[in-house]
Nanobody, 123 residues
Framework: QVQLVESGGGLVQAGGSLSLACAAS????????MGWFRQAPGKEREFVAA????????WYAGSVKGRFSISRDNAKNTVYLQMNSLKSEDTAVYYC????????????????WGQGTQVTVSS
């Protein structure tokens, strides 16, 4: 079982930037894909971005491509999400998750979730 703790959310004006971090602990041995998701009020959780173990493969939702950047530090079991040019529609609770399979991760079936971190973008 992997435990995930997200941090770095907050309130920012439209056009601003925020950086999120997610630390994984527990059964973190072996290579795994890590990813970010978000859930806006009244909406289902959606995929945002993912990164392979080596960092060579990156995946982004179309709505964030070119504005968000995902990275990871395997020594710290931590994945980051740099969010630039934020829009009001980016307002959501952001979650991370990890899995050995990108497809299973992207589908949202990777396992238990952390508490998430709130990102609020004011227009």
């Amino acid at each position: 079982q992997v435990q995930l703790v997200e941090s770095g959310g907050g309130l920012v004006q439209a056009g601003g930037s925020l950086s999120l971090a997610c630390a994984a602990s527990g059964r973190t041995t072996g290579s795994y894909v890590m990813g970010w998701f978000r859930q806006a009020p009244g909406k289902e959780r959606e995929f945002v971005a993912a990164i392979s173990w080596s960092g060579d493969s990156l995946w982004y939702a179309g709505s964030v491509k070119g504005r968000f950047s995902i990275s990871r530090d395997n020594a710290k079991n931590t994945v980051y999400l740099q969010m630039n040019s934020l829009k009001s529609e980016d307002t959501a609770v952001y979650y991370c998750n990890a899995d050995s399979s990108f497809e299973r991760l992207k589908s949202g079936n990777a396992g238990s979730w952390g508490q998430g971190t709130q990102v609020t973008v004011s227009s």
